[in-house]
């Protein structure tokens, strides 16, 4: 199977701290991935790093056979690398309908056109409408992004990455802070997501990456700590004392 | 087809053409109502024509309140729909005034040099090259970094303009501004009339131009950049470029608009790029509501009716109330005067419906 991304000796510091240590990975192009790893792990530095929010203080990031570590994340975007955010990154005054056209004239590289009215290329509006509602919000696509329940923001969080076209989407902790009742939502649009993007799952709900992932990496203090498949993992001694063992006791 | 406030209002009986066919509620058409021309924006148009045979005795005043307006507007553009702060807008207002004056010395009066309209245009060219040329000043950090780096450029132009002597006749300011007649026809009078006509127009114009830029997939870009850059990123948006480009646009309109100051009162002063010129531009801007296009025009003709108005009373005061009112436009209200405009008018027609689009 193909690579789509890859990382190579990538490491970061804080100062002192070492918050990516030496990370050598790579994902198999419509790979069902999740990361994983307990708190300050470095996931998302990790992401960071991946899409180009934070540089790389060594090592090389590799996407689709290019070297593109020291590319900015516009362009890493540009070459097919979409993310949501942890923290909701969205445009609180739009509405969900703009937020998507935004990214899909961005790809179309429609959104220099400055005379023609918004809305005028209607087949760009019908692609983000029709996103909107496999997404289920598509009743809500007229309203204020800042009004809307948590929960929603979170899918058009996808929403917005999926209108990049991706081949590699970083979701970051998808269902972070979504109440119980509306998770799943979030994991059916998950679990729908098209096969030829490969994806990666940061994520801290053990069931959550389990119902999705087909292969996990475990981070610890920056680390790579073992990689497998969801059985192998979910059996790995050592995996359950570091991490799983620490997740029992932080819900007891 | 009527906006959505008049739907609303309409008897739910009476209507005889069956509900909007289906193309009119597509995701397209809502978005192409934005921008739809509303009856208070005829009325404003019409109101600052009308205002021509309601002041006859104010017509430069009037002229002075247009040029101000479109100066707001230059900031409008970069502050309430791209979210850059700026105190420098003086400053390519000034090099437009100078452009604009030098220009119609070169051409003492006669056509082709002195012609107004060339005139505009050059001084739109040149502010608008050096907008491009510091734009890449306010790129880089925060709010504050801006604001400074900005005032900066303002102060060196405004310095610029008093040492270089020779060509721009220092503090003493451009003399004998002479433009040949407007489109061959009209020449600038003492009363104001061609000034009046002229200044409305170009406004008007440039106005119009903005309305088509603000409701673009471009200007679209432009909210996403001021709503979470990091999020435009993202999605693969030039950032960067965008804040370039739009910050040359607006520095070329504010050149016209000091072309058209220099033009229609045949005299450009280094009092042009001063401080308070782009201190009373923000000023207006946020008075009059920043991010609605007509808040640097409705601002500009508050500010100055209160000057005006006070003035008389107060001579030496009316900065005082200028002040109070603004502060309590800022603290209390969002969106200056259109923000409270939007306020009395929820209150009397109040809505149920959530829509963000629509509305301005």
Known sequence: MSV???????????????????????????????????????????????????????????LNGEDVTEWSVRDRSRAGL??????????????????????????????????????????????????????????????????????????????????????VLLLDEPAAGVPEGERDQILDVVAALPDHVSLILIEHDMDLVFRFAKTLSVLVNGALFVEGTRDEIANDPLVRQVYLGEEVIAHG | MSVADKDAA????????????????????????DAKWRWYEFAFWLCAAASFWVFPKKLMLLSEIFILGLLALSIDLVLGFAGLVTLGQGAFFGIGAYAAGLMAQAGMGAFPLSDPLLGLLVAGLVAGLVGFATSFLVLRGSDLTRLMVTLGVALIVEELIVKFKDITGGSDGLQGVLSSPVLGLRSF????????????????????????????????????????????????????????????????????????????????????????????????????????????????????????????????????????????????????IIGLMMVVRDKIFPRDDKDAGGRP
């Open chain 2, 10 to 33: 309409a008897p739910a009986v009476a209507s005889t053409s069956p509900p909007t066919p289906a193309a009119e509620q597509s995701p397209s058409w809502r978005l192409l109502l």
């Open chain 1, 82 to 167: 979409a993310r949501t955010f942890q923290i909701n990154q969205l445009y609180p005054e739009l509405t969900p309908l703009k937020s998507v056209l935004i990214a899909i004239n961005e790809r179309e590289n429609a959104a220099t056109s400055w005379f023609p009215r918004l809305g005028s290329r209607s087949d760009l509006v019908d692609e983000a409408a029709a996103l909107l509602k496999r997404l289920n919000l598509g009743d809500r696509m007229h309203e204020r992004v800042g009004s809307m329940p948590y929960g929603l923001q979170r899918l058009l969080e996808i929403a917005i990455a999926l209108a990049s076209k991706p081949k």
């Open chain 2, 189 to 336: 009078d003492l009363y104001g009339y061609t000034a009046f006509w002229y200044s409305l127009s170009v406004t008007f114009v440039i106005f119009l131009l903005c309305r088509r830029l603000i409701h673009s997939n471009y200007g679209l870009s432009r909210l996403a950049i001021k709503g979470n850059p990091l999020r435009a990123r993202a999605i693969g948006m030039p950032v960067n470029a965008r804040l370039v480009s739009i910050y040359t646009i607006s520095a070329a309109i504010a050149g016209i608009s000091g072309g058209l100051l220099t033009q229609t009162t045949q005299f450009a002063s280094p009092d042009m790029a001063a401080f308070h010129r782009s201190a009373d531009a923000l000023l207006i801007l946020i008075f009059g509501g920043a991010g609605y296009l007509y808040g640097g025009l409705l601002g500009a003709v508050a500010f100055r009716v209160m000057q005006d108005f006070l003035g008389n009373i107060t001579p030496q005061y009316w900065l005082f109330y200028v002040g109070l009112v603004l502060v309590l436009l800022v603290l209390f209200v969002r969106g200056g």
């Open chain 1, 4 to 62: 789509v991304l890859e990382t190579k000796n990538l490491i970061k510091r804080f100062g002192g701290i070492t918050a990516t240590d030496n990370v050598t990975f790579s994902l198999p192009s419509g790979a069902r991935h999740a990361l994983i790893g307990p708190n300050g792990a470095g996931k998302t530095t990790f992401v960071n790093l991946l899409s180009g929010v934070l540089p790389a203080t060594s090592g090389k990031v590799i």
